[in-house]
């Protein structure tokens, strides 16, 4: 039996037909064009569904479920979108809406909480308790405990972005000031390599953004490798802030393994080196057992296999 994993993100649909072990057959995407009618990209999504049963050839008897991952919060009973800001959604009803299209059992929670199931499926090692922290625009995360999905009693749980770091610090985008999100997301390691750069006008940071044409979250990174100073001074108070906010989750959950994605995991032990120390000294617990933390593996395919899952937990 088979599984059909959409992932709803704000600028690319991407699904994929997903076997009973977590793998990807096939796949596809398209652009989300977000600003149009949220109808509008339900029918696509369902399209994208169709052609994915058409390319695999895959009799639609043999498909369990489709499951999608959405930001957002979700009613995970009805399949009501209760408010999302990425997409913009307010008590919209996904679940049947989509079903209009495509006559399958649906199953739907938030993005986040599908990259954490489909990175514990496929490398969590069966671990009671998993942690997926997600590095990008945002800081997202999920939780999967005893292999399901931690959603608190409201189902709005796991929203690790949003933990206070400094109190009354950066401005963060969900109103509060101080969120780990405002000094741990690639976004806020972008703004912290513009303000070095502006300090240090022979940084060879300017090169490195140069060459890619824009400020990445790697450009501190990259500069820091070749010896650069306040590159090094970058990549030293960002990796700070980043640990800071995991010890936090370590001294919560204690989990088995903490699985760091997003691009700027791509940077390797170069940066999950000084992460583990940081911990290490940090973390309240010193004497028993502590947590792996690795870099994630699916990058965008945790999301497709995670809400393909779905029907599984």
Same mark, same amino acid.
């Given at each position: 039996?088979?599984?059909?994993?959409?992932?709803?993100?704000?600028?690319?649909?991407?699904?994929?037909?997903?076997?009973?072990?977590?793998?990807?057959?096939?796949?596809?995407?398209?652009?989300?064009?977000?600003?149009?009618?949220?109808?509008?990209?339900?029918?696509?999504?369902?399209?994208?569904?169709?052609?994915?049963?058409?390319?695999?050839?895959?009799?639609?008897?043999?498909?369990?479920?489709?499951?999608?991952?959405?930001?957002?919060?979700?009613?995970?009973?009805?399949?009501?979108?209760?408010?999302?800001?990425?997409?913009?959604?307010?008590?919209?009803?996904?679940?049947?809406?989509?079903?209009?299209?495509?006559?399958?059992?649906?199953?739907?929670?938030?993005?986040?909480?599908?990259?954490?199931?489909?990175? #514990?499926?496929?490398? &969590?090692?069966? /671990?009671?308790?998993? $942690?997926?922290?997600?590095?990008?625009?945002?800081? *997202? +995360? %999920?939780?999967?405990?005893?292999?399901?999905?931690?959603?608190?009693?409201?189902?709005?749980?796991?929203?690790?972005?949003?933990?206070?770091?400094?109190?009354?610090?950066?401005?963060?985008?969900?109103?509060?000031?101080?969120?780990?999100?405002?000094?741990?997301?690639?976004?806020?390691?972008?703004?912290?390599?513009?303000?070095?750069?502006?300090?240090?006008?022979?940084?060879?940071?300017?090169?490195?953004?140069?060459?890619?044409?824009?400020?990445?979250?790697?450009?501190?990174?990259?500069?820091?490798?070749?010896?650069?100073?306040?590159?090094?001074?970058?990549?030293?108070?960002?990796?700070? #802030?980043?640990?800071? &906010?995991?010890? /936090?989750?370590?001294? $919560?959950?204690?989990?088995?393994?903490?699985?760091? *994605? +997003? %691009?700027?995991?791509?940077?390797?032990?170069?940066?999950?080196?000084?992460?583990?120390?940081?911990?290490?000294?940090?973390?309240?617990?010193?004497?028993?057992?502590?947590?792996?933390?690795?870099?994630?593996?699916?990058?965008?395919?945790?999301?497709?296999?995670?809400?393909?899952?779905?029907?599984?937990?």
């Amino acid at each position: 039996m088979y599984n059909i994993g959409i992932d709803l993100g704000g600028t690319n649909i991407a699904a994929g037909m997903v076997d009973e072990t977590g793998k990807i057959l096939i796949k596809g995407s398209m652009p989300t064009n977000r600003e149009r009618p949220t109808d509008e990209i339900v029918s696509d999504m369902a399209l994208l569904a169709k052609k994915l049963i058409d390319d695999s050839a895959i009799d639609i008897s043999s498909i369990c479920s489709v499951g999608i991952g959405c930001p957002g919060t979700v009613n995970l009973e009805t399949g009501e979108i209760i408010y999302s800001n990425n997409i913009p959604m307010e008590h919209y009803q996904m679940a049947n809406k989509f079903k209009e299209h495509l006559d399958l059992p649906v199953r739907i929670d938030n993005d986040a909480n599908c990259a954490a199931l489909g990175e #514990y499926t496929v490398n &969590g090692n069966n /671990s009671s308790v998993f $942690v997926l922290i997600t590095l990008g625009t945002g800081v *997202g +995360g %999920g939780v999967i405990m005893n292999g399901k999905i931690f959603h608190g009693f409201n189902g709005a749980a796991s929203e690790p972005g949003h933990i206070t770091l400094i109190s009354g610090g950066k401005q963060c985008t969900c109103g509060k000031k101080g969120c780990w999100e405002a000094y741990a997301s690639a976004t806020a390691l972008i703004s912290q390599t513009e303000e070095a750069m502006a300090l240090n006008k022979n940084s060879i940071m300017y090169d490195i953004a140069k060459c890619e044409g824009k400020v990445s979250g790697q450009t501190a990174f990259e500069a820091a490798k070749r010896g650069d100073s306040a590159a090094e001074q970058v990549v030293k108070n960002y990796i700070r #802030y980043l640990a800071d &906010g995991i010890v /936090s989750i370590e001294n $919560v959950f204690q989990p088995e393994i903490i699985a760091i *994605g +997003g %691009g700027i995991s791509k940077e390797g032990d170069y940066l999950l080196k000084s992460v583990r120390e940081y911990t290490s000294d940090n973390g309240f617990n010193k004497y028993m057992k502590k947590t792996n933390i690795v870099a994630a593996k699916l990058f965008n395919d945790a999301g497709i296999i995670g809400a393909a899952m779905l029907s599984k937990i």
